[in-house]
């Protein structure tokens, strides 16, 4: 053989080598989120945090691609579709709101799809084992607000929440810690998100003389059950859930927000939690990237919870790629393994530690009590 047919023979060689070599992917996660609509208080601090997330996790460069689902669980179907189908996501993010992270876990299950909601969604466990959550549990939030009511000698309480799966997810954990504490449900009220009256709720409410209302709402519709009660000369103490803890909620309820009690992570007060808790440095340092780039006094919690996806993914990233390359159905299940294998991640929010059990991962350490004073938030000892 002359020495060009040689050339020529070694060229044909490589050329044939590197087409049977899978191409190195990048990691591509698809964000669907409610910027708009009802939801919008809830999925524009969390957009804000995906454009903070780094770009690169285990050395692999990251793409994000953030889609808005305007609060519809039918156009977080639609996102998450085209996410999956077209572009080829190793994992999905979101949505802001239960009933849309419903629907994009539908997908996540049917495509084999790891999913980080950002909504603290309860789902059976024939659908459960893709999906993964950075918002506490509501049973660990409602543990936090039933021992207050019980330390404060509450007996009857009033109940108003969403129609929807956030509400009924809400009342199925709060009602058994009531019963065990000797606490009274007297009515149990439900709104729509969109609703712009809950006048007769709360008369009926107010008429079953409670000693406290529980408020199961999200960022400025919280609002609407907080001021009629108020403007009811209801006197009793209102409690509302971690979904509240935003800016918005504050700004719309404005001195009726007076005196309110929730449970809400470490992040939104992490300048008056203990320098020993876990999450105090991330947390600390999130917050100020996030007010240095939005500006001053503009952080929501639920920012947090879409930052501490991050979190997730750069502990199970490493591990999913000494197995498998991104862009393959093999690296998801990696991804999804390894997610499920998280031990002692620190997030903003608190310390996740999933087992196939529990895929939402966080303890007490995910949770402090906090009460409305002066327009902001002041630390309750618990």
């Known amino acids: 053989m002359t020495i060009k047919k040689c050339k020529i023979a070694m060229i044909l060689s490589a050329a044939l080598f590197t087409a049977t070599q899978p191409a190195w992917a990048d990691i591509t996660v698809g964000v669907s989120l409610s910027s708009t609509g009802p939801g919008a208080a809830l999925g524009i601090p969390e957009k804000n945090a995906v454009a903070l997330m780094p770009g690169e996790i285990g050395g692999e460069k990251v793409n994000y691609i953030v889609l808005d689902d305007g609060t519809d669980p039918s156009a977080a179907t639609k996102n998450a579709r085209k996410l999956v189908t077209e572009?080829?996501?190793?994992?999905?993010?979101?949505?802001?709101?239960?009933?849309?992270?419903?629907?994009?876990?539908?997908?996540?299950?049917e495509s084999a799809t790891?999913?980080?909601?950002?909504?603290?969604?309860?789902?059976?466990?024939?659908?459960n084992k893709w999906v993964f959550r950075t918002p506490q549990h509501n049973d660990v939030m409602a543990g936090a607000l039933v021992a207050h009511m019980k330390q404060a000698g509450v007996k009857k309480l009033g109940f108003i929440g969403y129609s929807d799966a956030y509400g009924e997810d809400w009342l199925t954990s709060v009602k058994p810690?009531?019963?065990?504490?000797?606490?009274?449900?007297?009515?149990?009220?439900?709104?729509?998100?969109?609703?712009?009256?809950?006048?007769?709720?709360?008369?009926?409410?107010?008429?079953?003389?409670?000693?406290?209302?529980?408020v199961v709402a999200s960022g400025s519709p919280a609002a609407l059950p907080q001021t009629a009660l108020k403007e009811r000369g209801?006197?009793?103490?209102?409690?509302?859930?971690?979904?509240?803890?935003?800016?918005?909620?504050?700004?719309?309820?404005?001195?009726?927000?007076?005196?309110?009690?929730?449970?809400?992570g470490?992040?939104?007060?992490?300048?008056?939690?203990?320098?020993?808790?876990?999450?105090?440095?991330v947390a600390g340092e999130f917050v100020a990237a996030y007010e240095a780039k939005y500006g001053a006094g503009s952080f929501s919690s639920f920012a947090g919870h879409a930052y501490d996806a991050y979190h997730l993914l750069a502990a199970a990233v490493p591990a999913a790629l000494e197995k498998a390359k991104p862009g393959t159905a093999e690296f998801r299940q990696a991804l999804r393994d390894a997610?499920?294998?998280?031990?002692?991640?620190?997030?903003?929010?608190?310390?996740?530690?999933?087992?196939?059990?529990?895929?939402?991962?966080?303890?007490?350490?995910?949770?402090?009590?906090?009460?409305?004073e002066q327009g902001g938030y002041k630390l309750l000892p618990m």
Not at 88 to 100: M, Q, R
Not at 114 to 127: M, S
Not at 251 to 260: L, Y
């Open 87 to 109: 572009d080829h996501v190793d994992v999905l993010i979101g949505s802001s709101v239960t009933p849309s992270s419903l629907a994009i876990a539908e997908v996540a299950v």
């Open 114 to 127: 790891p999913q980080i909601a950002v909504a603290p969604i309860n789902l059976p466990p024939e659908k």
């Open 177 to 214: 810690l009531l019963d065990e504490a000797g606490i009274t449900l007297t009515t149990t009220e439900r709104f729509n998100r969109t609703d712009t009256s809950v006048s007769g709720q709360v008369l009926k409410i107010v008429a079953s003389r409670p000693d406290a209302v529980l």
């Open 234 to 264: 209801f006197k009793g103490q209102i409690y509302q859930t971690h979904a509240a803890a935003n800016p918005a909620f504050l700004k719309v309820a404005g001195a009726k927000a007076e005196g309110t009690i929730m449970p809400i």
């Open 266 to 281: 470490p992040v939104v007060v992490v300048d008056q939690i203990p320098d020993s808790h876990p999450s105090k440095k």
């Open 339 to 372: 997610l499920e294998s998280s031990k002692d991640v620190v997030g903003v929010h608190g310390v996740f530690n999933m087992t196939p059990d529990n895929h939402f991962g966080m303890d007490e350490r995910g949770r402090v009590l906090i009460r409305v």
